[in-house]
C-alpha cells in the first residue's frame, strides 16, 4: 500500500520547484515580489489541472494530469457531471449512466468509468488506495480466468457436447470492465458505511444502558451527539440504498450503463459502413457503362448516407432493444449490494429505535419523579396545614383578655391535646379524601 501510495502520488515538477525558489529569494530592492500569494496555487487554478489515477483493464495505474475540458471531451460528459466529482463540494451519493462513461460519487470514491478505463480523482484517502488495489487484483484474477476458459473451452467442448446440447453453450459469467469497477465501488462504499454503522453500534450501546442506570449532564449530551451522528450516517445509507433502488427500477439506466457492448456495436456499424462505402466504391468503378458525370456521384452518396443512417437506427433500436431485455447481470449485482446497504440501514433503524426507547424509558423514570415530587409536595403542604392549626390556637390564647381557663392548672395540658387531636384528624381526613381520589398511592 506504501509504495502504491508513493508510485501514484503526483510528482512535482522542476518548474514549479524552481517557481517556488525565485518567490521565496528577495529581489534587489529588498523586498520579496509576490509575498503572501500563492504562485504555485494560482497557477493550478487557472489552468484547472487535476491529477487523476488511471486504472486501465488490464489492471495497469498511471497518474495523468487532465484539465477540466480535456476530461469533458475525453468522457464525452457535461460539466455537471464533473462538478459531481469536485472535492471542493459536498454532493449526495450518486451513479449517473451516460453514452461513454458512468459516473459514481459514492462517498471517498469519485471516479469515471469508461469501457477502457477508470480515473479517479488523485487523493491522500486510504479508500482510494485500497480501491485501486481491489481492482488490480479483480482485473488480473479475471484476466487470468479468462486466458484459462479460452484454452480449455475447446476440451470442454469436446467433452461435454451432448451436455450442452442438452442444456444450451453458454458463456462463462464474467462481467464486462465496467461492472466490474462499478462492482468494487459498490463494495467499498458498502463496507466503509458498514464499518462506520458497526463503530457506532459498539459505542452506542454501553452508552445507553449507561444512561438507563444514571442520568446525568454529561451522559445526555454523549447520547445527544451520538444520536446526530446516527442521524447523518442513515441519511448517508439511505441515500445510496435509494440510489441503487432507482438504477434497479429503470431498465433504461441500466440498459445505457453497458458500455463494452456499446462500444463494440458502435465499432461494428463503423467497419460495416466502410465496406459498405468500399463495395459500392468497387462496384462503380467496374461498371463500364457510360454514366452521367454530374448526376451520378451525388446520387451515389445521397443513397449511401440514407443507407448508412437507416442501418445505424436499426442497430440502435435493435441495440437498445436488446440492452434493455439483457440487463439481469446487472441487476443481479445491483441487487446483492442493495441488500447489503439495506442490511446497514436496518441495523442503523434498530439502534435509532432503540435510542427512542432509551429516550422513553427516561423519560418514564423522570415522570415518575415528577410524580412522587408533587405527591411530597402534597403531604407536605398538608401538614403546613395541619401545624398551622396551632398557630391560630397560639394567637388566640395569646390576646390580652381574661378567662377563668388561664387559672387551671392543667388547662395549657388540656388545650395542647385537644388541638394535636383535631390536627391529627384533619391530617388523616386529608389523606383519606387523597387515596380516594386516587391522588397517591397509599
Known amino acids: 500500500m506504501a509504495e502504491l501510495k508513493e508510485r501514484l502520488l503526483p510528482p512535482r515538477p522542476a518548474s514549479a520547484m524552481n517557481l517556488r525558489d525565485s518567490v521565496s529569494r528577495p529581489s534587489a530592492s529588498g523586498r520579496q515580489p509576490l509575498q503572501g500569494l500563492d504562485v504555485l496555487g494560482l497557477k493550478k487554478r487557472g489552468q484547472g489541472l487535476r491529477s487523476w489515477i488511471r486504472v486501465d483493464t488490464s489492471g495497469n495505474t498511471q497518474v495523468i494530469e487532465v484539465d477540466k475540458f480535456t476530461m469533458m471531451r475525453r468522457c464525452d460528459l457535461p460539466a455537471r457531471d464533473l462538478r459531481l466529482l469536485d472535492p471542493l463540494f459536498v454532493y449526495p451519493s450518486t451513479i449517473l449512466g451516460r453514452e461513454k462513461a458512468i459516473v459514481v460519487n459514492l462517498e471517498q470514491i469519485r471516479c469515471i468509468i469508461t469501457a477502457d478505463e477508470v480515473l479517479l480523482l488523485n487523493s491522500l484517502d486510504n479508500y482510494v488506495f485500497r480501491y485501486v488495489v481491489e481492482l488490480q487484483q479483480r482485473l488480473k484474477t479475471s484476466s487470468v480466468g479468462e486466458l484459462w476458459q479460452q484454452d ?248 390580652n383578655f381574661e378567662i377563668d381557663l388561664f387559672h387551671q392548672r392543667d388547662s395549657f395540658k388540656w388545650v395542647l391535646i385537644i388541638t394535636g387531636v383535631c390536627g391529627l384528624v384533619i391530617f388523616l381526613a386529608f389523606v383519606w379524601f387523597f387515596k380516594y381520589r386516587r391522588l397517591m398511592p397509599l
Open 152 to 399: 480449455s473451452s475447446e476440451l470442454s467442448r469436446r467433452r461435454n457436447k451432448s451436455f450442452d446440447n442438452g442444456f444450451g453453450n453458454s458463456s462463462p459469467d464474467y462481467l464486462p470492465f465496467e461492472f466490474r469497477a462499478l462492482e468494487v465501488a459498490l463494495e467499498a462504499a458498502c463496507t466503509f458505511l458498514d464499518s462506520q454503522a458497526s463503530e457506532l453500534e459498539i459505542e452506542a450501546y454501553p452508552l445507553l444502558d449507561e444512561l438507563t442506570s444514571k442520568i446525568s449532564t454529561l451522559n445526555l449530551e454523549r447520547v445527544r451527539r451520538l444520536k446526530s451522528r446516527l442521524v447523518a450516517l442513515t441519511r448517508r445509507v439511505q441515500k445510496v440504498r435509494d440510489e441503487i433502488e432507482q438504477l434497479m427500477d429503470d431498465d433504461g439506466d441500466m440498459a445505457e450503463m453497458y458500455l463494452t457492448e456499446k462500444k463494440k456495436r458502435m465499432e461494428g456499424s463503423f467497419y460495416g459502413d466502410q465496406s459498405l462505402l468500399g463495395y459500392r466504391s468497387n462496384d462503380c468503378l467496374s461498371v463500364s457503362a457510360p454514366v452521367s458525370p454530374v448526376s451520378s456521384p451525388p446520387d451515389s452518396r445521397r443513397l449511401e448516407k440514407s443507407l448508412s443512417i437507416a442501418r445505424s437506427r436499426h442497430d440502435s433500436a435493435r441495440s437498445s432493444e436488446g440492452a434493455t431485455e439483457n440487463i439481469e447481470e446487472l441487476e443481479m449485482l445491483l441487487e446483492a449490494y442493495f441488500v447489503v446497504i439495506d442490511s446497514t440501514l436496518n441495523k442503523l433503524t434498530s439502534l435509532k429505535e432503540y435510542i427512542d426507547d432509551t429516550e422513553d424509558f427516561i423519560n418514564i423514570q423522570l415522570d415518575n419523579v415528577r410524580n412522587q415530587l408533587i405527591q411530597f409536595e402534597l403531604l407536605l403542604t398538608t401538614a403546613t396545614f395541619v401545624v398551622a392549626i396551632f398557630g391560630v390556637v397560639a394567637g388566640i390564647f395569646g390576646m
